[in-house]
């Protein structure tokens, strides 16, 4: 295989590096005075600065290019931005996607920063509550899992997976102490996803895959279509639902890390 590429399509290496910076620009501007909003939203869910750094939470500035403007010093054009999927195009140009919105890397196995999601903060934000990385080259929603770097070799020692709803709902279970947690990022779980969690646990009968998902509508169907394809796992598949109906970040920030690791 040749690792030269096409002269029309993406540098890859190229689209990984503008993704590793951008990532650390967030994390830099977490501790902005601007930021206080996203820390005051995350110490109230129970995440201190250790957590954030931990799993490489920033924060998005609410300018319309601050991180273009910073990505274009460090030599990357509005093309390559635009391919990694950092920049949306209007009229007037190109523009920031994330603004004003606590960030989070999203990393493949190898620990590379391959796309983001992000949560809005302000009122005045229009756009939807939380905002992906649309799919590019270094990106597909429906084969990444949040949080699969920090939990392949517990996943892999323990031949257990917990599947569970959000960014968050991921960080309290590592900080509890469960960490083999992961979660989707803006899609179903589907059969891509048992994919790439069968490379990583291998198909061993007695292995475990919990699901948790919200006790509302949308979480039991979310669950119907995870048990649809549950066949496609050789091992064995389970729902656990807390008391009260809590989602784990919910539930570490009111009963505790103990109460975590019991619903597991």
């Not at 939990?151 to 309290?172: F, Q």
């Not at 291998?202 to 979480?219: C, K, Q, W, Y």
Request: proline content about 4%.
């Amino acid at each position: 295989e040749s690792n030269e590429r096409r002269e029309d399509g993406p540098n890859r290496a190229r689209l990984f590096a503008a993704h590793q910076t951008a990532s650390a620009y967030y994390s830099e501007h977490l501790q902005s005075a601007e930021a206080s909003v996203a820390r005051d939203f995350l110490a109230q869910r129970g995440f201190d600065d250790a957590a954030c750094a931990r799993f490489g939470v920033g924060y998005a500035p609410k300018g319309w290019d601050g991180l273009s403007k910073f990505l274009a010093t460090q030599g990357y054009t509005p093309k390559e931005l635009t391919q990694a999927g950092l920049v949306s195009e209007g009229q007037r140009g190109v523009y920031d996607r994330f603004r004003g919105r606590i960030v989070w890397p999203i990393r493949d196995t190898s620990g590379q920063v391959v796309g983001f999601g992000a949560r809005k903060l302000y009122e005045d934000d229009n756009g939807p509550k939380y905002l992906n990385t649309p799919e590019t080259p270094i990106y597909h929603k429906s084969r990444v899992l949040y949080g699969l770097d920090l939990a392949k070799r517990a996943i892999s020692k323990g031949k257990r997976v917990i599947v569970v709803e959000g960014y968050t709902d991921v960080m309290a279970c590592h900080l509890a102490g469960e960490e083999s947690a992961v979660a989707t990022c803006g899609t179903a779980f589907g059969k891509d996803h048992i994919s790439v969690l069968r490379r990583v646990m291998g198909d061993d009968s007695a292995a475990e895959v919990i699901f948790t998902f919200d006790p509302d509508e949308a979480g039991q169907k979310a669950a119907l279509r995870a048990f649809s394809d549950e066949k496609l796992f050789s091992a064995q598949t389970y729902v656990a639902v807390a008391p009260g109906g809590l989602d784990p970040a919910d539930l570490r920030l009111h009963k505790g890390d103990e109460a975590v690791r019991e619903l597991f």
